[in-house]
């Protein structure tokens, strides 16, 4: 599929807008026109819309979409249906031009449905990351250089030269700069890279590792608008970030832990990428300024690897994550990942790993947990979490997005406040008065 077709702007873009007016005018011109059954189209369009406001209420009810739906989703999809079946008359009642305006209607009608689903949503910018599929052009690697320095001042010792770039690059690891994979198979990675990344003669800056939620691929638009923003304010400092595949396909679950059944997905990301990571980009070596970070599903890894893994990852970041890994399957996860063996399923869990680690395995480790207020499916288990880290030793920071609910709207509040409150723990930002 043409690259420009799947790398398209559906959210921050007038497309929702073009086509809900189309589809309203459609409407409109089926119900005006000679012979007109204006009562007729109203009851078949408020009927079917009412069905299918009740079949989205019902489904919310069964958790088929674990969790509640964003309010505007529903009224999207209801609205939506509505006037495809105001356009379903017009199709079949004559004249021709009425037909044919009909046959628009409902094209648009569904198109400006699924658009407003997906912008209620706010996650997914893209037709790319709606299929899971990587349409970012093959990153080009800037050379690794001999800058020396201590990290922990960099804020204060960096001076950015003239004529660095404004915003950050964001581009797909694959061909010669794919991170091997091992015994998995996911998705090529994003890379992000700062200003600061892009001048001759870089400092060495710190790594970030993020997981995005399911279903998703490894989609860098939301982290890397936070990340230029903080960079902007920052004198186009940031960390490098490579936003990986934790789940291979977007309706594939591996529950964050290496498996016969779908690979050693652990592995990829514990070692395979932070090898990588040394060896090819200008990232600081010491771990401590290496980040693990995640939303929804992506953030129940994080805090799981965080937690298990302090020798590889000295902060972690996770954004609406799951209690645990596999909390909304618990059963099915229990016996395709861990093949029955339900001790060793509740032995991942984040907080029964803090719970275990000797005193002192998180001193000076950072855990950052965020949610939205009204987020009652994944909120109460991202508190949970974050008192657990609070009494494992970490220096735990949290933040609630006032009436945020589990949609984009609320991974961008949480990253922009997310990332600053990071920054001191990364040496790009003076610490906390």
């Known amino acids: 599929m043409n690259k420009f077709v799947l790398s398209f702007e559906l959210i921050d873009s007038p497309l929702l807008i073009i086509c809900a007016v189309v589809a309203g005018s459609g409407v409109v011109a089926v119900v005006v026109w000679p012979r007109r059954r204006p009562i007729l189209t109203g009851v078949v369009a408020v009927a079917a819309g009412v069905v299918m406001f009740v079949v989205a209420k019902v489904l919310e009810a069964m958790d088929t979409f674990q969790g509640p739906l964003p309010g505007a989703a529903i009224w999207w999809a209801s609205g939506a249906v509505a006037a495809a079946a105001a356009g379903v008359v017009g199709i079949c009642r004559a004249p021709w031009p009425r037909r044919i305006i009909g046959v628009v209607t409902v094209l648009a009608a569904l198109l400006s449905g699924g658009l407003g689903v997906n912008s209620s949503y706010g996650v997914t910018h893209n037709l790319a990351a709606i299929l899971g599929v990587q349409a970012l052009d093959p990153a080009s690697l800037p050379p690794q250089t001999d800058v020396a320095g201590d990290p922990s001042t960099l804020y204060r010792t960096w001076q950015p030269p003239a004529g660095m770039p404004a915003k950050g690059t964001v581009s797909a690891l694959t061909g010669s700069t794919k991170i091997p994979t091992g015994q998995y198979a996911p998705r090529d990675a994003s890379l992000y890279l700062p200003p600061a990344a892009q001048v001759a003669d870089p400092p060495a800056l710190p790594l970030l590792v993020f997981m995005m939620g399911q279903p998703g691929s490894p989609d860098p638009t939301a982290l890397a608008k936070a990340l230029d923003t903080f960079a902007a304010q920052n004198n186009g400092l940031a960390p490098i970030a490579i936003v990986v595949d934790q789940l291979t396909a977007p309706d594939r679950d591996p529950a964050c832990v290496d498996s016969a059944k779908y690979g050693a997905v652990s592995t990829y990301i514990n070692q395979l990428v932070p090898q990588w990571a040394q060896q090819n980009l200008n990232i600081v070596t010491d771990h401590r300024y290496w980040t693990i970070g995640g939303f929804s599903n992506g953030g129940s890894c994080a805090a799981l690897y965080g937690s298990k893994h ?63 207020s009204a987020d009652t499916t994944f909120g109460p288990g991202q508190l949970a979490n974050s008192q657990a880290a609070e009494a494992a030793g970490f220096t735990t920071l949290t933040y609630v997005v006032d009436g945020g609910g589990h949609t984009g709207e609320t991974l961008d509040a949480s990253l922009a406040w997310a990332i600053p409150a990071l920054a001191p723990a990364l040496g790009l930002a003076a610490p906390a008065s």
């Not at 996860?333 to 680690?357: E, H, L, R, W």
Request: glycine fraction near 12%; aromatic fraction near 12%.
């Open 310 to 372: 302090p020798d590889v990852w000295g902060q972690l970041l996770d954004v609406m994550g799951n209690e645990f890994p596999g909390s909304e399957h618990v059963s099915q996860t229990v016996s395709d990942v861990y093949n029955g063996d339900a001790a060793a399923f509740q032995a991942a869990k984040p907080s029964v790993i803090m719970a275990a680690a000797p005193a002192g395995t998180y001193t000076g480790h950072t855990a950052i947990f965020t949610w939205g």
